[in-house]
């Protein structure tokens, strides 16, 4: 009761002050006048600010796979020797692949013989008048595949296609239907990025599959992947069988026999070497060759060159390409060409041509980069132009490396 009377005597004693009512319609004035102008710049602050937020829970929406693809398409675009310069759908030459077929029987169709023998003997073969041997699609072979392996010799361009080929697998980026080949999730890897002896073959699958993937990634795609795999949606392509030494290649056969013996229904695209696929055979593989390029292919590489060069003149075709050569010794001498230098006879003498291709520049840091890796190729390729083999134990190639780093003053720690 006392504060209500306490109330009421203060309101009867108001006054209206006409100073404070002044002052207080200037200071409200302003504050409209205040609002007024800072209020299309408040309003385009919240604008960005919703848009942002949306961005954000849009990437956090988008789904695993999507930005594993995104991941995928991207290790791919680098996976080839000029990687560094230019992205893989910018300078590829479309590969062709043969039609896989078996060996020659007793008894079999005489067409059948004569394509076989042009396969397995192309030097006896190339002064016949034989029918051109049958390709098979890369929309057909993604579609279709099971096992298929792409044997070959060094150089003939086996890695990048099967680079090209996870391209062509992969769905597009638009949201547009996945064609009748893209149907199957792609992954690669490359055989040496997987620790074998691992706990289960599909394990050490897996295990590689996620040091590719981003750490944010990982954890939501190793169920995906498994789930894949179980339902045969998942398409493996498989590099570097052909660049193992034969003690090396021996577990990771038997580990590729253990994986399709855990996951059968697996699809597999990889690559192999020209001579001892027979373990690849008797896994069920089938076997497909990239066969030498033709002048439509070499007039493509002539385009994308120059193209990728910005309109450079193209050296003359006869100065640099030859017949049946591989795609990598055809690169290696246009690139000779290009700068008029003389085209060696001997495939030992362009070892100079590879090393300023492949090496990182002489202003690359650290400064030792360059030199050090110059120096490690010349005494890799003499030793194994010196082991009966063919090829430097891992052990021999660790120890030419200690050396030259030691004689360049390189810590491990700094290497």
């Known amino acids: 009761m006392f ?50 937020a949306t961005a954000a829970r849009g990437r956090l929406a988008a789904s695993g796979s999507e930005r594993y693809q995104a991941e995928l398409r991207s290790h791919l675009q680098r996976y080839h020797l000029d990687g560094a310069a230019a992205h893989l759908s910018e300078i590829v030459v479309t590969p062709r692949f043969l039609q896989p077929m078996p060996e020659p029987e007793e ?44 044997v070959g010799l060094p150089g003939s361009g086996k890695s990048t296609a099967l680079a090209w080929l996870a391209l062509q697998a992969l769905p597009p980026d638009e949201d547009a239907e996945p064609a009748p080949h893209q149907q199957r999730l792609p992954v690669f890897l490359h055989i040496q990025e997987l620790t074998l002896g691992a706990d289960g073959a599909e394990t050490a699958l897996l295990e590689a599959l996620g040091r590719r993937a981003s750490t944010l990634l990982r954890p939501r795609l190793a169920a995906y992947w498994r789930d894949k795999l179980a339902a045969g949606e998942l398409l493996l392509f498989l590099d570097g069988l052909d660049e193992l030494t034969a003690p090396q290649r021996l577990p990771a056969l038997e580990w590729l026999g253990a994986l399709l013996k855990e996951r059968p ?95 990182p520049a002489a202003d690359a840091e650290p400064a030792w980069l360059a030199p050090v890796a110059r120096e490690l190729w010349e005494q890799l390729a003499w030793a194994q132009l010196r082991s009966p083999a063919g090829y430097v134990e891992r052990a021999e190639l660790e120890g030419y490396a200690a050396a030259i780093l030691a004689e360049y003053e390189v810590t491990a720690s700094g290497a």
């Not at 004569?114 to 049958?134: G, H, I, K, N, Y």
């Open 3 to 52: 504060g209500l009377l306490t109330t009421l005597w203060q309101i009867g004693r108001w006054r209206l002050e006409p100073i404070s009512l002044l002052l207080g319609l200037i200071l409200g004035m302003l504050l409209v006048l205040g609002m007024q102008q800072l209020w299309p710049r408040l309003a385009a602050a919240w604008r960005s600010l919703q848009q942002r």
């Open 107 to 150: 008894g079999e169709d005489a067409l059948a013989a004569l394509l076989s023998f042009t396969r397995l003997w192309p030097e006896l073969a190339q002064p016949l008048a034989l029918p051109p041997q049958p390709l098979l699609p890369a929309a057909e072979m993604l579609a279709g595949a099971q096992r298929l392996a792409l």
């Open 265 to 359: 229904k697996l699809p597999i695209i990889m690559a192999a070497p020209a001579y001892g696929y027979g373990p690849l055979l008797k896994l069920g593989f089938l076997l497909s060759e990239l066969p030498p390029w033709q002048g439509g292919q070499v007039f493509e590489q002539q385009r994308r060159w120059q193209a990728q060069r910005g309109g450079a003149s193209l050296p003359p075709l006869g100065s640099y390409w030859r017949p049946g050569q591989s795609p990598l010794l055809a690169r290696l001498r246009l690139l000779l060409a290009a700068e008029n230098l003389p085209q060696p006879e001997r495939r030992v003498e362009l070892l100079e041509t590879a090393l300023r291709y492949l090496l």
